[in-house]
């Protein structure tokens, strides 16, 4: 029998369990900050992905958009340490990496100790500005879901030059962390569709030839009448595909599928989202949501403020943050929500320890 390898990232779950102090503080009605944003400084995009949830919400999602400025980067780091946000992943509805400002934030950030990570599609990484970038960052993730130059045009409408790119800019990354042992975590995310099943493998022996740490492969985020087209049915069809990449693990390299939400089609075993309580975003224009799922969707209902008009300690600590907190546990979570939601597996958590079962001291 082959050695089960281990997934030190525990992309399949939740990391709370490390983080109590700010459960009990939540579990006994406190107003807390989160313990980690997702942020987007930019607004526009270089792809075009098939998969792309900004179309549901309403966005073209490719190129122009808006560019925060990095004085308000710096200035929403700096209160998000003050405030007590352990983690900050550059993430956004937009490409990242097309705001200059990226860079001097990343370094910025390590200089307060606080930590950030930085997911890309990859085609446009500063060369001169790699080792700096990486030494800044926990880990560093490459949103790429194709393995041949076909299928990646077809499922991220960019021709076989962006391709090369993007690869090229992975074993630059990889090279740089090697040669200066830096802890970096390098991956690679890819997004599961019709299209791109025959992808799973060939991806997986990718990421281990390009030298990765990691690679994910997750279900698309959809709403629940499948306007995206997910293939939620088919994931139990095609578990030996999922084994076989798995089998490309090595001590060295991991290919985590995400089982949980793979196997249970979408579904939720909870009504009430407690999760944005953790985990918040902010728009690449400033605006903060309790999740990404509302970039655009009734702005007038759940916008808790803009890091461009006030500090974002001033918003966390308004009565409007607490407000839209409140009016988030109101929300049908199956038919108002994205199916692979942001904050799914803490939710499960969570609505567990607000629901406890009976006679809880025989554990």
Same mark, same amino acid.
């Given at each position: 029998m082959a050695k089960e390898i281990k997934d030190q990232y525990n992309m399949d779950g939740h990391k709370l369990l490390w983080h109590l102090d700010r459960v009990n503080e939540f579990s006994k009605g406190k107003k807390i900050a989160p313990l980690h944003v997702d942020f987007g400084i930019a607004t526009g995009c270089n792809m075009g992905c098939k998969y792309c949830y900004g179309v549901i919400q309403g966005r073209d999602g490719i190129n122009g958009g808006h560019l925060m400025p990095k004085d308000k980067i710096i200035a929403f780091l700096k209160d998000a340490k003050e405030i007590g946000v352990r983690s900050v992943a550059f993430i956004g509805e937009g490409e990242n990496t097309l705001n200059p400002a990226l860079y001097d934030s990343l370094n910025y950030a390590k200089s307060i100790d606080l930590d950030v990570s930085l997911a890309t599609n990859g085609i446009e990484i500063d060369h001169t500005r790699i080792k700096d970038m990486l030494e800044s960052l926990v880990w560093i993730r490459f949103n790429i879901s194709a393995a041949t130059v076909q299928s990646f045009y077809h499922m991220h409408k960019i021709k076989e030059e962006g391709f090369k790119k993007v690869l090229n800019n992975i074993k630059k990354c990889v090279e740089i962390k090697k040669k200066y042992n830096l802890s970096t975590t390098i991956g690679m995310q890819m997004v599961l569709m019709h299209d791109?099943?025959?992808?799973?493998?060939?991806? #997986?022996? $990718?990421?281990?030839?390009?030298?990765?740490?990691? $690679?994910?492969?997750?279900?698309t985020s959809d709403t629940y009448d499948k306007r995206l087209n997910s293939p939620d049915k088919e994931y139990k069809d095609i578990i030996d595909i999922f084994k076989e990449a798995e089998s490309y693990s090595t001590k060295d390299y991991?290919?985590?599928?995400?089982? #949980?939400?793979?196997?249970?089609?979408?579904?939720?075993d909870y009504d009430i989202c407690y999760g944005t309580k953790f985990i918040i975003a902010i728009s690449g224009n400033g605006n903060v949501f309790p999740c990404g799922h509302w970039f655009n969707i009734k702005?007038?209902?759940? $916008?808790?403020?803009?890091?461009?008009?006030?500090?974002?300690?001033?918003?966390?600590?308004?009565?409007?943050?607490?407000?839209?907190?409140?009016k988030i546990e109101k929300?049908?979570?199956?038919?108002d929500c994205e199916t692979n939601c942001r904050q799914h597996y803490i939710n499960q958590f969570l609505y567990k320890l607000k629901n406890p079962p009976s006679h809880i001291n025989f554990i």
């Open positions: 791109n099943i025959d992808d799973i493998v060939p991806l #997986s022996k $990718l990421g281990k030839d390009l030298g990765v740490d990691y $690679l994910v492969i997750k279900p991991i290919v985590s599928v995400k089982w #949980s939400k793979m196997m249970n089609e979408g579904k939720k702005p007038d209902e759940y $916008l808790m403020g803009n890091i461009e008009q006030q500090s974002f300690k001033e918003i966390v600590q308004s009565e409007r943050y607490w407000e839209v907190q409140k929300v049908d979570v199956i038919k």
